[in-house]
């Protein structure tokens, strides 16, 4: 913990420069935004739900309503690590619900936020290991839940070379539920206490499908044929090269052929859009508000918050994180919006529901440029309407068997029982 702190003071020269240039946020980065618990005022009990950004938020959004529905005397304070997450959630326009940008885990900007907003328990979606944030709320006995929790093979073995940190992590923690049986095995492994492990729940598979925007999709449809349209979602360094050089042969035999190249990560577009030229295809630009056509028929999706509009234009998807060793992203947004699902070997992320998909022929793994070209090109339009028809159904069954998001709001109101006590007024804080 105290190598954490070191490197928090050390990170603190570079954060006070970020603040420098977004200084419209720079108080919630602080903690000085929001509710306050000023004199005579008394606050309406809050929970401090947080995830890092649009993917973690919209997976807890089902979580949010049927808690707010539950329990009229509640509000809640969704953060978030980027500003698209706060602007989605604020798009919701949830009633009782604050959207701001989570505040840096140094802990006195911790205990000013826990001041001001005087939360019951603090809600954290998949991967968001804070220490301080979990400390502070903890110490508080103010119950820390972990919902959707993911922890890669990587990560685990990271958190294995500092056991202390891991035990006194996982001891802070009073609930957690998986997204998939291998994550909650790795949080046992780390010390996780039986009594603390709830369901195996994965968040994703209740959140409604997203809508694209209307005017968007009423400009690209007729420039993006849906049959003929390949969508490359939330790719990763080392997925492009061979996505590309599969599509160029898809492209050389059908010239109507198109791509929307998404990206996990848009800061990489000037790299990807180096490897589109060298595959010998041309491309537009998202960003630059770049259409694509006969010349350029590969759209570079640089962008934040549109992958429901690609979904909804492309015919068939090729879920990114699956052809290098990143877990694989979600199936369920592509086979929500009626998109074929063509993936890599490397889906541990959401093992059950790709190996449901695969068995019912709904999805296909692919390995590499060959595997992806041969099947694209077996992927007419009526099999990718019988296909993306069959993954909404196969999907449907497995959230039918699953247990839901009540069962954890049933575990967040056992842990949260008598309102918090008011905790005593802190000392002045130094850094970290």
Same mark, same amino acid.
């Given at each position: ?5 070191i490197?928090l ?11 420098l240039?977004?200084?419209?946020f720079?108080?919630?980065r602080l903690?000085l935004?929001g509710?306050?618990?000023g004199p005579?005022r ?9 995830g890092?950004?649009?993917g973690e938020l919209a997976?807890?959004?089902?979580l949010?309503?049927?808690?707010l529905a539950r329990r009229p005397?509640l509000c ?6 980027s500003r698209?997450?706060?602007t ?9 619900v ?5 505040p840096?885990d140094?802990?006195?900007a911790l ?6 907003w005087?939360?019951r328990?603090?809600i954290?979606?998949e991967s968001?290991l804070?220490?301080?944030r ?11 839940l972990?919902?959707g #929790? @993911?922890?890669? +093979?990587r990560?685990a073995a990271?958190?294995q070379?500092m056991p202390?940190? &891991? !035990?006194? =992590?996982?001891g *802070?923690i ?5 997204q998939?049986p291998?994550?909650?095995?790795r ?7 039986p ?5 195996v729940?994965?968040?994703k598979?209740?959140?409604?499908? #997203? @809508?694209?925007? +209307? ?5 690209l449809?007729?420039?993006l044929p849906? &049959? !003929?349209? =390949?969508l490359? *979602?939330?790719?990763h ?6 996505i590309?050089?599969?599509?160029a ?6 010239p109507q052929?198109r791509l929307v ?8 577009a000037a790299?990807?859009a180096a490897l589109?030229e ?7 630009l998202?960003?630059?508000?770049g =259409?694509?056509?006969p010349e ?12 429901a509009?690609w979904?909804a ?7 990114g994180g699956?052809?290098?060793?990143k877990?694989g992203h979600?199936p369920f947004?592509?086979?929500?919006a009626?998109?074929?699902?063509l ?10 529901a ?5 068995r019912?022929?709904?999805a296909?793994?692919v390995?590499?440029a060959?595997g ?8 007419d339009g009526?099999e ?5 028809a ?9 959230r039918?068997?699953a247990p839901g998001p ?6 967040l ?5 008598a309102?918090a ?7 002045e804080p130094g850094?970290?």
């Amino acid at each position: 913990m105290l190598s954490y702190r070191i490197l928090l003071s050390l990170a603190a020269p570079g954060l006070a420069l970020l603040l420098l240039r977004d200084r419209p946020f720079a108080r919630e980065r602080l903690g000085l935004s929001g509710a306050s618990n000023g004199p005579g005022r008394v606050l309406q009990p809050t929970i401090w739900l947080h995830g890092a950004s649009n993917g973690e938020l919209a997976s807890a959004r089902p979580l949010i309503e049927r808690l707010l529905a539950r329990r009229p005397d509640l509000c809640i304070v969704a953060t978030s690590n980027s500003r698209t997450g706060r602007t989605l959630v604020e798009s919701w326009a949830l009633p009782r619900v604050s959207a701001r940008l989570a505040p840096y885990d140094y802990r006195w900007a911790l205990r000013l936020f826990i001041g001001r907003w005087q939360p019951r328990a603090l809600i954290l979606i998949e991967s968001e290991l804070w220490p301080n944030r979990i400390f502070e709320m903890a110490r508080r006995d103010r119950p820390v839940l972990l919902l959707g #929790a @993911r922890l890669s +093979a990587r990560s685990a073995a990271r958190w294995q070379r500092m056991p202390a940190l &891991a !035990r006194r =992590l996982t001891g *802070a923690i009073a609930y957690l539920s998986a997204q998939d049986p291998a994550s909650m095995d790795r949080f046992a492994t780390l010390g996780l206490a039986p009594e603390r492990r709830g369901p195996v729940i994965d968040l994703k598979a209740f959140a409604p499908a #997203a @809508r694209p925007d +209307a005017d968007d999709l009423n400009a690209l449809a007729p420039l993006l044929p849906r &049959a !003929r349209t =390949l969508l490359a *979602a939330s790719t990763h360094e080392g997925e492009e090269a061979p996505i590309l050089e599969a599509f160029a042969r898809r492209w050389r035999a059908d010239p109507q052929a198109r791509l929307v190249l998404a990206p996990r990560h848009p800061r990489r577009a000037a790299q990807i859009a180096a490897l589109i030229e060298r595959a010998g295809l041309g491309h537009a630009l998202r960003s630059n508000g770049g =259409l694509p056509g006969p010349e350029r028929p590969v759209l570079l999706a640089d962008t934040m918050g549109e992958m429901a509009l690609w979904y909804a234009l492309a015919g068939v998807s090729f879920i990114g994180g699956s052809l290098v060793d990143k877990g694989g992203h979600t199936p369920f947004e592509p086979a929500a919006a009626g998109s074929a699902i063509l993936h890599g070997p490397h889906v541990a992320n959401f093992a059950a529901a790709y190996g449901a998909l695969d068995r019912a022929g709904a999805a296909e793994s692919v390995a590499g440029a060959d595997g992806l070209s041969a099947a694209l090109a077996a992927l007419d339009g009526a099999e990718q309407t019988r296909r993306a028809a069959c993954a909404r159904e196969v999907l449907a069954g497995l959230r039918a068997e699953a247990p839901g998001p009540d069962m954890l709001i049933d575990a967040l109101e056992c842990l949260m029982g008598a309102p918090a006590p008011t905790p005593p007024a802190e000392k002045e804080p130094g850094n970290g």
